[in-house]
């Protein structure tokens, strides 16, 4: 015991005394119980054997014995941490001292990507707008409002961190260990550094450069500073870089001018710009997405206000009434460099680069990729072919209706037309309709009803059932179809509401050339599958289904646009084009009959290199390419289509210095009006479609338009842009039609039905193989005489019982308006193609 009594800390001695019952023996100081004599009672010798050395029998229970092991193994990785994080705190100080700032800007200033024609070298446009979408603002121009709301949505500690935030650091190294994903959240001053100083890369090392950085740069700067550069420089989409340029983009009006809802909708837009845009349509649109995020960002600031950090003031009531909606966003305004075409050239661009996607199924495009990663992209479409569309357009069209009537939209008359490469499926040239500031519709990619123009696929998917070009369809009008209504053809009036009457059986060829409603929807009813088989068949050839059908499109399928609309294969008068389809698809899907039945996938992006020089997308001519139908049937429908051109509907276009082969089309909306008028067709190397629209594509165009069917304005239109692609082309020539004749899957149809037989074959010593294969004539050499007049599809005499129609039953008498049309009196019947698609489904008699 030391002098004055136990030592502060030191335990009251035991009493002096005999020990009470119970009481432990103590020392000699009378501190602590004595030590138990060897041998004797207390803690026994310990066994080498067992865990850490622990006495015999202490950890014969198996639950104990996992529980020290736990304990021990703890131990051992805390100790091991703390050597890790003892050498982690040197790297880390090494990694301070070596890193040092970059220079600002040296990475950060976004690069414009080029757009250019076909041989990379004249510039479309570019993407990326320019100063306008740099404004950046002082600390002291930045509004309050705005840098609460980004702190709201964007790094909630900001005013507490240094910089980086370890937990979420940890919190990222962990999600990237078990997931494999590089990312990960940052705080403001990193994305600030990110932006400003370091590459986009996802990588640990820019990771590390970047935590550094950011530890170095809150040194420097004050937050008011951070903050300011950061919404100078931040994405907000739509091509905008930092808050002003967005509030201009989103809201028209200056960063200083926003009210909280806006500050609020803009902050929460860069928690991803390209998904949150409210322009964005479909089931998961942009205001729908938006909206969760917005009022996360608006609870944010109710929590920065009552943590008394907020710099600007804005009360409870404000706040959740703010959350019952997000604010009204304007619609975008176009670039004013995006004039004329341009801007409708440019926007498909964009979209087809987004929608490329890599090997895993990943866009190899972001939005922000193409605004500002210095991207060349090289298109397939050419300053020639664009030229010659508008050019045509322009010399064609009726001056006095206009594209664009603010005051009366219903009466604009909108006219797409596009240009594809018949053996690669390339974009050529197009015209997409009004200047793109006036208004950003694209006629060209978004279409009208097909009419008329979906009979070749028609007659296509009946040469492949078994059918030939020779077996005989009604031309009679009022025909009756399965639907529960009457089929008209063209000529109608009140006289013969029916329309014109071609004879009880005329070929396919005249069918085609006449453009017979009656034939082709008896045709379509006579294949095996119906109108199943002429939606494969058209599908097949380019024509993109609807997006309740996609599953029916074929491998690798891209289209201009991706669907089609009310494109129904159980649609029994699909044949006569109900469907709204593009001109871009039709032309591509008609280039699938001139290339010998195989189909190439539109396109109009042929390469891209990145800002390094890298090529990181090419077109490949392998992609999306196809067979659609064998090239025998490719051959014969197309030498129907160039009897369309030289001998019916479509001998407006024959003046061009190329074979040609075509078809008209004219469709009629629900209440009977004629509402879409066109043109498509093809020269051996390119196909074209033209088509005119009145108001929203459904508007009427009989009675408005002097000449309103697919042989007036469409046909004159094409003809101006194919004459002058094709002008200085070698003379090429279509293959001869094959003839092909295969088991029909329906009776009634024989050849030898035909109200017009083709002529005797003569004999001729200068038989050439064309007039021999269209038995036109026989070598002189051959003893057998000449068969009786039939179509010669048939072995055989004619069925004696079958009654050849009087020919002018399958030529109605010539009208003065064919004469108007053709400036003679030598075409058998009107030039328009009549009423098809909706008169014949929506209103029956």
Known sequence: MPPGGPRPGQRQPYPPGPRRPGEPPVDRLGQRPARPERGGGGRGPRDPNSVAGAPNGRFDDEGLDKKALARKVGKIVAIVALVMALIGSGAVIISYNMISVPSANAAFEAESSFVYYAGGKKEVGRFQAGDQNRDALSVDEMPALVKDAAVAAEDRSFYENNGIDLKGIARTLFTNATTGSAGGASTITQQYVKNLYLTQERTYSRKVKEAVISLKISRQKSKDEILTGYLNTVYFGRGAYGVQAAAKTYFRKSAKDLNIKEAAAL?????????????KEGKDSGGTELLGRYQYVLKGMGELKASGKALSDYDEATLEKSKEALPKFPKPLADSRLGGQKGHALTLVKNELKSLKDDNGNPLFTEEDIDSKGLKVTTTLSAKAMKAAQDAVTDVRPSDKKAVNAKHPENELHVGAATVDVKTGALKGFYGGQDYLDS???????????????KPFT??????AGYSLKDTWTGEAGLEYAGGGTVRNSGQSDADPSGHSYGKHITGIKAMEES???????????????????YEMAVKSGLPPDEQHIEGAPADYRSIPAYSIDFDPNNYLLTLGRQAISPINMANAYATIANGGVRNTVHLVSKVINADGEVVYEWNQRDGEERAMSEDTADDTSYALQQVVKNGTGQTVSGINQPAAGKTGTATNEDDDVSSAWFAGYTPQLATAVMYVRGKGSGKLDGWLDSYFGAGYPASTWAEIMGTLTDDLDIEEFPEPAWKDGEAPQDGHEPSLTATPTPTPTESADCSKKDERKGLCIPIEEPEESQSPTDGATEGDPDPS??????????????????DWFGDCESSSPPADGNNGGGNGANTE
């Open 516 to 534: 017979v409603n009656t034939s082709f929807v008896q045709m379509s009813a006579a294949l095996p599958n119906g109108s199943e088989d002429v």
């Open 459 to 464: 007659l296509a998917a009946a040469l492949e």
């Open 267 to 279: 902050t929460a837009i860069l928690n991803n710009p390209n998904g949150f845009d409210p322009e």
């Open 802 to 819: 079958a009654t050849p129609d009087e020919p002018e039953a399958t030529d109605p008498t010539v009208t003065e308006t064919a004469c």
């Open 440 to 454: 950003q519709i694209n006629w060209a990619a978004s279409g009208g009803m097909a009419g008329s123009t979906m």
